[in-house]
């Protein structure tokens, strides 16, 4: 998959905040909606301190709950095949969450490729990021990259950065569940 660190970076953060916000099932088990505000808080900021090196504050939290819920509509309509609502739900987004590209520069390291202004706010930084990231790859050879788990009562998303492309799992817990599903329809059968 031929995407610079960054481009990738930011794809695979918004994979992580997908997963984390977004309610739904995973790995074979409900993945219900957080509790109460609390949970939400902790579920973004770990994974937006992971990130970033930022803590979400409590007045951020919704905000970014509902970019997590939009970029799910992105994942969910490439699983579809309908790269037509995907593209429309990005560049809904970039309108949105004012994405332009800018060169960042920190102290004393080199100048690198952001997709928001230098003083974006937390959401619309990290909203504006996550959406041009996966404009890059939906604009690419590598569209079909990105989906939501193949598994039976799993609708986590994944980027596949495999070599050969052919992903269709979130994880390997996922994967190895599916294939023992199938094996055990087989042998059901012939038995």
Same mark, same amino acid.
């Given at each position: 998959?031929?995407?610079?660190?960054?481009t990738l970076?930011?794809?695979?953060?918004g994979?992580?905040?997908?997963?984390?916000?977004?309610?739904?099932?995973?790995?074979?088990? $409900?993945? $219900? $909606?957080?509790? =109460?505000?609390?949970?939400l808080?902790?579920?973004?900021?770990?994974?937006?301190?992971?990130? *970033?090196?930022?803590?979400?504050?409590?007045?951020?939290?919704?905000?970014?709950?509902?970019?997590?819920?939009?970029?799910?509509?992105?994942?969910?309509a490439?699983?579809?095949? =309908?790269? =037509?609502?995907?593209?429309?739900?990005?560049?809904?987004?970039?309108t949105? *969450?004012?994405?332009?590209?800018?060169?960042?520069?920190?102290?004393?390291? $080199?100048?690198h490729?952001?997709?928001?202004?230098?003083?974006?706010?937390?959401?619309?930084?990290?909203?504006?990021? !996550?959406?041009?990231?996966?404009?890059?790859v939906?604009g690419?050879?590598?569209?079909?990259?990105?989906?939501?788990?193949?598994?039976?009562? !799993?609708?986590?998303v *994944?980027?596949?950065?495999?070599?050969?492309?052919?992903?269709?799992? !979130?994880?390997?817990? !996922?994967?190895?569940?599916?294939?023992?599903?199938a094996?055990?329809?087989?042998r059901?059968?012939?038995t």
């Amino acid at each position: 998959m031929r995407l610079d660190s960054h481009t990738l970076g930011v794809v695979e953060d918004g994979v992580a905040l997908v997963n984390a916000a977004v309610p739904g099932e995973s790995r074979g088990k $409900p993945y $219900p $909606p957080a509790a =109460d505000d609390a949970e939400l808080l902790e579920r973004l900021d770990s994974v937006v301190f992971a990130a *970033y090196r930022y803590h979400v504050q409590p007045e951020d939290a919704a905000d970014l709950a509902r970019a997590a819920e939009q970029l799910h509509r992105v994942f969910a309509a490439v699983a579809d095949e =309908d790269m =037509d609502a995907a593209a429309a739900q990005v560049n809904s987004m970039i309108t949105e *969450y004012s994405a332009r590209p800018t060169l960042i520069r920190r102290g004393t390291q $080199p100048w690198h490729l952001h997709f928001h202004s230098a003083d974006a706010a937390l959401v619309p930084g990290i909203a504006a990021a !996550c959406a041009v990231g996966l404009a890059f790859v939906l604009g690419s050879e590598h569209a079909d990259r990105i989906g939501v788990c193949s598994a039976d009562n !799993c609708d986590r998303v *994944y980027l596949d950065t495999s070599r050969n492309g052919t992903k269709r799992f !979130c994880s390997t817990a !996922c994967q190895n569940r599916a294939k023992t599903a199938a094996f055990r329809a087989r042998r059901a059968t012939t038995t």
